[in-house]
């Protein structure tokens, strides 16, 4: 009750919290969400500039019992700094009691909760026999991607990339070919978008011009568009058959739906995917994109996660309160 557990970003990476668990207790927080014992409130931002902005996430659940918050801060062109775009810090505390148990590093469990919520989309809506896979940005939301994909699509065999920074994409494919696939980058955008899989992680900037068309997508391709959609030809996602975003309301939220390239309506949400009450990949030939702007419930399960293995396996440094 007197102590802080606090967790860095590489106490976070030892525990070695494995895509299937962070997908696992996703799962489970949003079941508790779509029977309606979930506390969420809309992320509320400040605006500094195109790409520069500050968010505060909030959200409670009564098992494990936990509330939490997190608070960001985005700068897109962070990566001239040498810098991740995103930072952030997350504070959890007792749910019944409101005592702060923990604060950790909030930027690697962004990325581990991001890859884990487009898994669990994928787990309905991409194609299972799907081998290859393509990603149009090579950031720390690729890497994390590609192991939380793998883990769920065990048949992906071939990585295709385009980057901004040619350095990014070769270490990139240096990273997937080591992990056992066929890697490249690819000479032409088209490439990427005819695979199984497609993952687009572009920074938001000002001269953005969107430049990737959902028209070139083949049939049976499943999408997750980390990046609010926005180098998508908003035109263009009319070609797409299903439309899912992880929470109708929060996506629906003024400040949330004005930053989407596709500000709705949604066909499914992962609370409807996951207590069945609505249907996922109908048939073989459907193209499905998951465009989403990030619920603080996925923070709080996988955050949770994570404090329980700290806790069991004692990792961590105790801080006074």
Known sequence: MSKLLYLSKDDIAALGISPRAA???LAHAFRLHAAGKTHVQPKLTVPIGAGHFFQSLCAAMPDPPFAMTKWVGVAADNSARGLPNVNGLIVVSDFSTGVPVAMLDGTSITVLRTAAMSALAAQYLARPDSTTIG??????????HLESLRDLLPELRKVVCRSRSRVSAEKFVGFAREAGFEAEIAMDLD???????????VPAQPELEPFVDATLLKPGCFVSAVDLGHPWRGESLRMIDILATDDHAQAADPANRARLRHQGPFDVDLASLVSGTAAGRRTEEQRAMFLFPGLALGDLAVAAAVVAEARRTRRGVYLPL
């Open 23 to 25: 997908r696992e207790a």
């Open 135 to 144: 990603f149009v940005g090579c950031g720390a939301q690729a890497y994390g």
């Open 191 to 201: 490439e990427v978008l005819a695979c199984d899989v497609v993952v687009t992680t």
